[in-house]
């Protein structure tokens, strides 16, 4: 894979869901690979989001095969936020 192409997919948008608020959303990949916590944008929620970088990419692994599924979400709510 050239950098050039790494990069186009580092700006793809991945699906994400809010396990509280069930509210869909998306960011660009390079994004989240370079956090581990997501603040979700839902009007009424804004809870932050917390998930393992490994999780991550092996959701992103099963999107980019057609199998993501967001009833296995890798996000995990940080109830003190």
Do not use: N
């Not at 948008?13 to 839902?42: A, D, M, N, Y």
Request: proline share 5%.
């Amino acid at each position: 894979m050239t950098e050039s192409s790494a990069s186009r997919k580092d700006d793809d948008l991945f699906p994400l869901r809010c396990p509280r608020c069930l509210h869909t959303f998306k960011e660009k990949v390079g994004w989240i690979k370079e956090r581990s916590e997501i603040r979700c944008p839902g009007q009424w929620c804004g809870i932050t989001l917390r998930y393992e970088k490994t999780q991550f990419l092996r959701a992103l692994g099963q999107m980019r095969r057609g199998v993501y599924d967001f009833s296995g979400s890798f996000l995990t709510p940080d109830e003190s936020s």
